[in-house]
């Protein structure tokens, strides 16, 4: 098959896939999130910005090991994402508008209140895994737009997501819940952020939560009640 035909193929496979289901479009906004992320990442001043380390920081260790779940965030938004767009479009549609409310909106705090953090540890020799990917993601990403931790916003969202549709078994949401727990709190053991940037991301999380999913929670909440009595 030559080269042109796959491309039509690809192409109109794609189109059938956003005919059935009808929030996969919202996927688009990822890229879109991705090249506004690094254009604001370039653009942050070096100096002068809103530095967010507190004197409890200094009391959190720097542990190399838990690079291994900080980087897990990724995989794990595909593990949530893909299966929930497949078959559970509704549960989808709450887990892109939650991420995109508040992914969106920490990339306009960046840029009204630049931010940072100075708790990256100095001269660490790459002596196992642990330091080595962290190595790369510090040679990769700068220290600043630290506040909310994305990390945090999206890993709550994950474990929402997992209760909230009934395609993930209860293994599954315990898995996901385990790892993006660990994931979380890998963003201070491995000095990514600061603990008020997790603080922040939670507080910033549970209201946008309460708003996006407050018609399933009240649906359960009835349930228990009609159950109750």
């Not at 409310?101 to 009204?112: E, G, I, P, Y």
């Not at 990256?120 to 002596?127: G, Y």
């Not at 990917?133 to 600043?144: H, L, R, V």
Request: aromatic share 14%.
């Amino acid at each position: 098959m030559e080269l042109t035909g796959i491309i039509r193929k690809a192409l109109r496979t794609a189109v059938d896939f956003v005919r059935t289901h009808k929030y996969a479009w919202l996927v688009l906004y990822f890229p879109i999130y991705i090249v506004a992320f690094f254009i604001i990442e370039q653009n942050t001043p070096t100096s002068g910005y809103w530095v967010t380390d507190l004197p409890a920081d200094n009391y959190i260790p720097f542990i190399p090991g838990f690079a291994v779940f900080y980087i897990i965030w990724y995989p794990l938004f595909a593990a949530v994402g893909i299966p929930t767009l497949i078959l559970d479009g509704d549960a989808f549609k709450r887990w892109m508008y939650y991420l995109m409310v508040t992914l969106s909106c920490t990339l306009v705090f960046d840029v009204l209140v630049p931010n940072g953090q100075h708790l990256r540890p100095e001269n660490v020799q790459v002596n196992g895994l642990g330091t080595w990917i962290m190595s790369i993601i510090w040679a990769a990403d700068t220290p600043t737009n630290v506040f909310p931790s994305m990390h945090v916003l999206g890993c709550i969202g994950d474990i929402i997501c997992c209760f909230d549709s009934k395609i993930f078994k209860p293994w599954m949401r315990a898995v996901i819940t385990v790892l993006c727990v660990l994931c979380m709190a890998s963003t201070v053991l491995v000095k990514q952020h600061a603990f008020i940037d997790t603080v922040g991301a939670v507080a910033f999380a549970v209201p946008v939560a309460l708003v996006v999913w407050r018609k399933r929670i009240f649906r359960r909440k009835d349930r228990l009640d009609a159950v109750r009595n």
